[in-house]
């Protein structure tokens, strides 16, 4: 009988089931939207047992469409949108209130609570990240704070809080409480040093430990689908990360300077760092990529919080395209911008910046400018953005970037993928399979497992990269750069 590896990748605007084989192949994909609600402005949240059913559905589908028997797949891999935080009774298995997403704002006054009381240095220090809402550590704290009862329900042992990928897990097993390396490090309660989660930031934040989950390997056993959950069988779930540490596993960025950009929603950029913490002076996090046995790889970070979705803008909120594939044209068909610079800061900077009340912007407007220099500016800010994390990266590093392997729904985009590889002056390879951060996740569970007998199997699969090559002038990169800088200098300053 075939066997297949299956790899649930729960991102935050869709779920995906993807079935591979053992030459990594896809045989089949199925996808599910998930609902996003605002409550406020600022904040993002979703419905936790909604999140669950699209894994459950997703999965059917992907079983379904190819006639794959449950008994066919030899493990579960899965990867996740990181940071977002859930809490559930362990009795019920019910969440106390909802997902509260990586990209919400709602604990904002507990970040700026935290940096007053002058806690910045110790906590990069300890888990390699910045005081803000992004992570999860403060996402905890607001629940506690704000349902009724629920830290002392915690303190009792009855609540668990984990990340998409423990709820996952938890709903999966039936009664497995447990993440892996790569998802407690966006915590910022997990000390990345000494590979604990750290008693005095759980004591700052008030979180009491009972309600974290137990973390392991990366690629190890998490434990066995119930019955129920799973069409009768009881299939290992062997592999398990965060969503951008899985794109880097899945681009075979196994060695130490490799670096893979992913360009979705927003844009990720990881370089391997080998098992060094390399400190950033330059706005990167330090995060772990992966534990594997006794080897842990770390890595250097820079988020981009607006990437593909200033494309989203273009189409929903401006609607000057009709599609996202339309800038692709729009920016050919000119020869460039006429000077018009688009800074996309709708929800603040990331790396290397971390301005979150910076706003949006554009320069450059003359009575001739039209939708075709705006879609060409807003695809070369999604690159300029990438740009500065990379000189970031370099900087921290010490080392010129000469590759970036690229992924994501934007990389489809040919004009993008040029773009990015004249004004970094790199080469930019963009794999076959896209869907390399689900691929990550079935390597996890398949090295576990036995599935593949180790890298070396794994990497006799790989693909061409297409690889962009770059054609502009030294010249003529200078001076775009000179605008983006000035640009984004002034978005930074208008504060009205
Ligand atoms: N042809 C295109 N050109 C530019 N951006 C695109 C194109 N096609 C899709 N995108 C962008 O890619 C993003 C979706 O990519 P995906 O990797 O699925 O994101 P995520 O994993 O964050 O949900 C969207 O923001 C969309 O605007
Ligand atoms: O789900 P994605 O692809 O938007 O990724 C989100 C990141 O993991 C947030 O840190």
Redesign the pocket.
């Known amino acids: 009988m075939k066997k297949y590896i299956l790899a649930i990748d729960q ?4 779920t995906r089931a993807i079935i591979f084989d053992k030459k990594s192949k896809i045989i089949s994909i199925a996808n599910k939207e998930i609902t996003q609600f605002y409550p406020k402005p600022g904040w993002v949240e979703q419905d936790a047992n909604e999140i669950w059913l699209s894994v459950i559905s997703t999965i059917t589908q992907a079983l379904v469409l190819k006639n794959i028997l449950p008994n066919q797949i030899d493990s579960i891999g899965i990867t996740n949108q990181r940071e977002t935080t859930v809490i559930w009774d362990k009795e019920s298995g019910e969440p106390i209130y909802n997902a509260v997403v990586w990209q919400s704002r709602q604990s904002q006054d507990i970040c700026d609570q935290l940096e007053k009381s002058g806690y910045e240095d110790k906590i990069r220090q300890k888990t390699g990240l910045l005081i803000d809402p992004y992570f999860s550590g403060t996402k905890i704290k607001w629940i506690l704070d704000h349902v009724k009862g629920s830290r002392e329900k915690a303190k009792q042992g009855k609540l668990a809080f984990g990340t998409i990928d423990s709820w996952l897990i938890y709903k999966l097993t039936g009664y497995v409480h447990k993440t892996d390396y790569s998802n407690a490090s966006r915590t910022l309660i997990y000390n990345i040093h000494n590979l604990k989660w750290d008693d005095e930031l759980l004591d700052i934040l008030d979180i009491p430990k009972s309600i974290l989950p137990e973390v392991v390997d990366s690629s190890g056993l998490f434990g066995y689908t119930t019955p129920r959950s799973f069409y009768g069988e009881k299939i290992k779930i062997t592999g398990v990360a965060g969503d951008q540490q899985a794109s880097l596993f899945g681009q075979l960025c196994s060695k130490e300077g490799m670096v893979n950009s ?5 844009c990720f950029v990881l370089m391997n760092t080998g098992n060094q913490i390399v400190q950033s002076k330059n706005g990167m996090l330090s995060t772990i990529a992966w534990k594997i046995k006794d080897q842990i790889i770390y890595a250097l970070e820079g988020s981009v919080f607006v ?3 200033s ?2 803008w273009l189409r929903d909120g401006l609607k000057i395209i009709a599609s ?2 339309e ?2 044209k729009l920016a050919e068909s000119i020869p460039s911008t006429d000077g018009v610079y688009v800074v996309p800061a709708f929800v603040g900077l990331g790396t290397p910046y971390w301005d979150s009340d910076a706003k949006g912007a554009i320069f450059g407007l003359t009575r001739g400018t039209d939708e075709r220099q705006l879609a060409r500016a807003t ?1 070369e800010a999604i690159a300029y953005q990438v740009m500065d994390v990379l000189k970031a990266m370099e900087a921290d590093s010490k080392k010129p970037i000469p590759l970036i392997k690229a992924t ?3 990389t ?2 040919q004009y ?1 993928m040029q773009f990015q590889a004249d004004i970094m002056n790199i080469d930019v390879g963009r794999p076959e399979i896209m869907e390399t951060t689900a691929l990550g996740a079935a390597y996890l569970a398949g090295l576990e497992s036995g599935y593949w007998k180790n890298i070396d199997e794994i990497n006799q699969h790989k693909n061409d990269d297409d690889v962009f090559k770059p054609k502009m002038s030294e010249a003529k990169r200078k001076q775009l750069i000179k605008g983006w800088k000035m640009a984004v200098e002034a978005t930074r300053f208008f504060k009205p």
Request: net charge negative; proline share 0%.
């Open positions: 991102g935050t605007t869709s992913t360009y979705g929603t927003g990437g593909g979705s494309v989203q996202a594939a800038t692709e695809l994501g729904g934007a489809i985009n993008l």
